[in-house]
Each structure stands twice: as C-alpha cells, then as structure tokens.
C-alpha cells in the first residue's frame, strides 16, 4: 500500500516543532477532498483543542463538518483496561499480593508506564476498525515519549517470551476457568496485533526545524524507526525564515540553509516538505485550514 493511503497518519518530532500544527493542518486537507477526519492527539499535555480554539473535552469533538478531535487520556487508558482485560490479570496479581481492584487498575495503567503505551497504539487501532473515520491523524507527545509507544509492542512481546516461566507457578483462584497462560497469551497476540497495525497501517510522518539539536534526534529516531522495522515517508521542515533584506534575518537564513541541505542530503530518497514560518499564530480552524493549503501546495 502507497504510504499516502494508509488511513492513519502520525505526526512525530522534537518538542515544539510544530507536530500539533501540522497534524491539524493535514487533518484539513482531508476533510476538504469529503473524508471524515479524526485527529487525535497522544500527547498528555495535549494542545489540540487550545490550536481549534474548542474546549478540552472527554471523546470526539465535533470541530468542522466532516472534522473531529480528541485527547486521548489517561482516563480512556483506564477505561480500555477494564473493558479488555483488567479482572483477569487482577486475578493473577490478587492472587499474591493483596489490593484492590481500582488501586490495581490505578497502579497498571499510571505507574507502569509501558502498559499505557501499549493500551494507545491498541485504541487507535481499534478506533481504526470501527471505520467510523475515513482518516485518522495521529498528533503525538516529543519524541522520547512515542519512540517508546512505538516499540512497546515489541517489548511486550519480548517479556512475554519468558512470562510462561514467570507466572506457570502462580495459582488462580477458584472463580477463574481460564488457565494463566492462555491469558498471558492473550497480551501476546494483543501486542502482536498492534506491532502488525503500527508496520502496516500507520503513515509516519516527522516535523523537525533546520537547527542542529532538531536534525540531529531527526537521525535518531531514523534509527530507532529502523531498529523495529518502520520507516518514516516524509519528512517536514517547519519554521523556514522566509527570504528578508534584514541583516539578522539573513543571517538566521544562512544559517537554516546549512541543516535543510543536510537533510535533503541525508533523506534524499524521501518526500520532503519545507513550511514557512507564519508571521501570525496559527489559531482557529481558517488559519490551520490556510497552513494545510501551503502544505499540500505542490
Ligand atoms: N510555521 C509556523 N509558523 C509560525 N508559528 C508556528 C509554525 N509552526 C508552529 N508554530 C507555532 O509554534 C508553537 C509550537 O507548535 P506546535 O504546538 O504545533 O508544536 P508541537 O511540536 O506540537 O509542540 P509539543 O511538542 O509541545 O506538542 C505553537 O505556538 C505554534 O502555533
Ligand atoms: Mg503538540
């Protein structure tokens, strides 16, 4: 499949590169060819519904016609947990160290960090079968954060290899009737499922700006990309000082001039997209929607 039709596209880069703005803005070109958009932002201190100037709410916000948005928080962790599995593997903790059930769900899905991760790339993906969205954009927190949303999958997995030996000796109470391993393998194809969905269906898209520290966790999360088998396809290149007979803003020029060239060098086998930075902020559905047009101009 041509990266372009994967119906989720993910936004990732640097803190502050501009990831929510051009999220929202490639959101807009969608809903404007009559596709049903979802962006929904990953981030915990998200800044969508301060850029659509709407009110922070629970679940899908309607912005547009054919538009919506979301944050995705830690309360919609928690409430995946209980509906997928949480009294199951409540009952395998229960049954050797005593808590209740709201403290455990509490404690899986804030304390362990790797479990909040996997339940995301799992809530999109299965947001992704409802088919309630024509297109979903996927707006993420700085990179660290979705490096490990992306790999989680994987380290589940790699956990789960050696969890028969781990948890073969714990026993259930009387009131399960499934065996323990076929629980933990039920986590195992669940993450299966979403290193499949994040390889297959995912478009991932990095923002950075011509600044050395940006260029330089561009390469980085190239690697890591790698390292786990997906492949960003495009790449934006945000904050361009557009061309001024200023001797500062020359300079600045000069300067970003030097690091867009080293990435055309170094990604020269993909698409890349320079975006101007605005001389006003970019707030409110009519901007965003003018910042998807310079996008998607060529
Ligand atoms: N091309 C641009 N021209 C002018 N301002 C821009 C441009 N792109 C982004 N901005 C502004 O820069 C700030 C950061 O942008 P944005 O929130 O999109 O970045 P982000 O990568 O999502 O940040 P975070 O890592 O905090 O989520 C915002 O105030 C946004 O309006
Ligand atoms: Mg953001």
Known sequence: ??????????????????????????????TRAGQKTLVISTDPTPSL????????????????NNLDIMEFQTDDIKEMWNRKFGHE?????????????DSFVDFITST???????FTVDYIRELSLTKVYDRIVWDT???????????????????????????????LGRESNRPILDIIK????????????????????MVTIPESLAVQQLDDAFFD??????????????????????????QKTHLQQKYIELIHK????????????????????????????ILFSR
């Open 225 to 250: 990309f790698e390292r786990h088998g997906l492949k960003f396809s495009q790449i934006i290149i945000n904050n361009i000082i557009p061309a001024s007979t200023s001797v500062f803003f020359s």
């Open 266 to 293: 170094k990604y020269s086998d993909m698409e890349i997209i320079e975006l101007p930075l605005s001389s006003i902020e970019i707030k409110g559905l009519a901007r965003i929607e003018e910042t998807g047009e």
């Open 186 to 205: 039920g986590w195992g194809d669940l993450s299966g499922e979403d290193v499949n969905f994040l390889r297959n269906e995912v478009n991932f898209i």
């Open 49 to 64: 519904s301060d850029i659509f100037e709407t009110k922070p709410s629970r679940g899908p916000t309607q912005v547009s």
């Open 141 to 171: 927190a700085p990179l660290g954060q979705t490096i490990k949303l992306l790999t989680m999958p994987n380290m589940l997995q790699e956990h789960l290899n050696i969890a028969p030996r781990i948890y073969s000796k714990i026993k």
């Open 89 to 101: 593997v409540y009952e395998v903790f229960s049954s050797f160290v005593s808590i209740d059930y």
């Open 112 to 118: 362990l960090p790797a479990m909040g991760e996997e």
């Open 1 to 30: 499949m041509n990266s372009a039709e994967k119906r989720i596209t993910m936004f990732g880069g640097k803190g502050g590169v501009g990831k929510t703005t051009c999220a929202a803005a490639t959101a807009t070109k969608f």
